[in-house]
């Protein structure tokens, strides 16, 4: 077994906060993230796949098809977007990092084991200090 | 002559636009940085400044007062924030990284001569692959 | 369940030895790092926790807190400190990366349950070379 | 059980082909890759190998030691070279990423054992956007 | 006057030597880097234009333009290529970086003024440890 | 003329103080970088030199040499020491970034002017987010 990663970045603007909620209330849980105007990342996303390579090519999945499923089911999706407000997938989701990688691992475990590899781990980036790992 | 470099960090949302074009005519300048519902990033800010180092203290400006100066003047009124709406010296003015380390020039040079210390660069990283510098 | 991580940073001065030892002796079985006038390292510690993410705040821990945890419990008592001769929780210990990992996780593990988050790896890195990883 | 990871570099040319197939179905298989006049990348190489840290010394293995098993077995024959025409432990085999990092196991697995040390994990980073994990 | 940075990256296989000397004599000059099968890197280039920003769009040249001008003149003849065979810019030139760094000047200056910016820096890194800037 | 610039690193400890003054006193000057059981960091240093490439060879100055003369000159007075007690060339200095910086000049310019080359940059990067450098 091979665990194969692939790295691809996206900008995008969020807020943090939960619709029933006061600013107030939001600004308590939530910090600074929960400002009402935006604010925005430089998102690092790492996905990892795992599968047996075949003896004869040598691997399982080309890292250039794994970068085309990540590029058109997740990063084409949030990349310069306002995930609370853009994307589908995080409709009606508190725009968390955890949240946002347990949405970008639906969106690509079955298009993954389409192509015969098995979706191991959403790694979600969110600064240099901070980042969220998601296995399923 | 010495030169001394301070890196902060800031995550805000903004938007490349010019408010007297139609969006398809912003779309067509700045592409997908004109979204109209914001996106992201993190910045990397450097500030260089230079100066003849103390030949007592051997330094010519704490690197600590650096971090203040740039904290107050620059960091906090950008981080997670809405650049466009919500920073004072940014208002009026598109969005651009080049733009902003202008702006960022004009908040610190008299606070830095203040402490002693010669501004020498304001450079601004939008992404990892792309980076603004502003000599004055 | 997901894996939330926060890197934090300091800088110490350590030596590597064992008391009982001679200096020859100490030299043998760590090298460079014995040396008794010391040296040191910017260190980088990552702390990854893991829970399930409440459904309504999106989270199940604040990295925000969990920041403030490592702080006070770890990062305040290392940075710009000697490891060996100022840090309570290593006193009497071998100064190794592996021992201070092991270390921390002393420190961290009780605090983090009563934030409801179990604490996963300590994930110590002396250089961009080397680095310890602890899971208790 | 502690985990210590050492990371080493190394520049090689390669290309991706299988000997009995023309270029245009490698260039199928494997795009640019299998461009037949090679291109090369700056490898990164992280090795993990686990063990119960010795109670005096505070530590299994010291990272010196690693270093050198390394660079003996897996990077003196990789670095500045053609992996598919001078590598020993490359030949026959198509030079994917996967399958140098499972080659890199087998060369590593026993001398590691030999020093007490048992191997963990063989990583290897073919460019900042992508990585291959083995775990034997 | 404001200094525009672009990133991009490319790798190539290549060899430093002169066609009149023999292996020896080669090795004696560049060492390990003149190995007669080729070795090779992933190389990261950087390119600095200058210009006055247009005080309506907040910029002189587009990063995007940039890229486009970087990728079809320089990128494009060297990403998984071999440099002394196959890099039409190189063609009788010994492949150092410093030789590198020129070569591209020489493609990208005259696209640049076309687009009203100035060429002001071409740095090439050929390891993390290397590289060489050139300002024509 | 082309810049060459390599990197090195080394791992000291050190304080910054003045000998005549009390802690206190050295406290509220340097901050915790006086702390008087020392700390320490992983220093970066980049080291610029120029020169005009030879037309045959391709280069002004091997990287290779530049590294020697680096390692020899600077990094085994540095690594693995504390720069204040055992450092010659530091002997007498307040142990600032500054100091250093100009120091490593004053042992490079002469050895380096004996290979041809014109020491151009010294730059010492103290932490991610300091460094300083000296043009002479």
């Known amino acids: 077994m091979i665990y194969l990663t692939r790295r ?19 600004m308590r849980i939530y910090g600074k993230c929960s400002n009402p105007l935006w604010h925005g990342h430089n998102y690092v996303l790492k996905v990892t796949v795992r599968g047996e390579p075949d003896t004869e090519t040598g691997f399982f999945m080309n890292a250039t098809r794994l970068k085309e ?29 955890e949240n946002l990688a347990m949405a970008i691992w639906n969106e690509l475990a079955a298009p993954l084991t389409e192509e015969g590899a098995t ?12 980042y969220v790992e998601y296995y399923g």
Do not use: Q, Y
Request: glycine share 4%.
């Open 8 to 26: 691809e970045r996206f900008s995008s603007a969020h807020r943090m906060f939960r619709p029933g909620l006061s600013d107030e209330e939001n």
């Open 69 to 97: 499923i990540m590029t058109v089911k997740v990063v084409a999706k949030l990349d310069h977007k306002n995930m609370n407000l853009e994307t589908d997938f995080m409709a009606g989701k508190v725009a968390t990092t």
């Open 119 to 130: 979706l191991h781990c959403v790694r979600v980036e969110e600064t240099e200090n901070n």
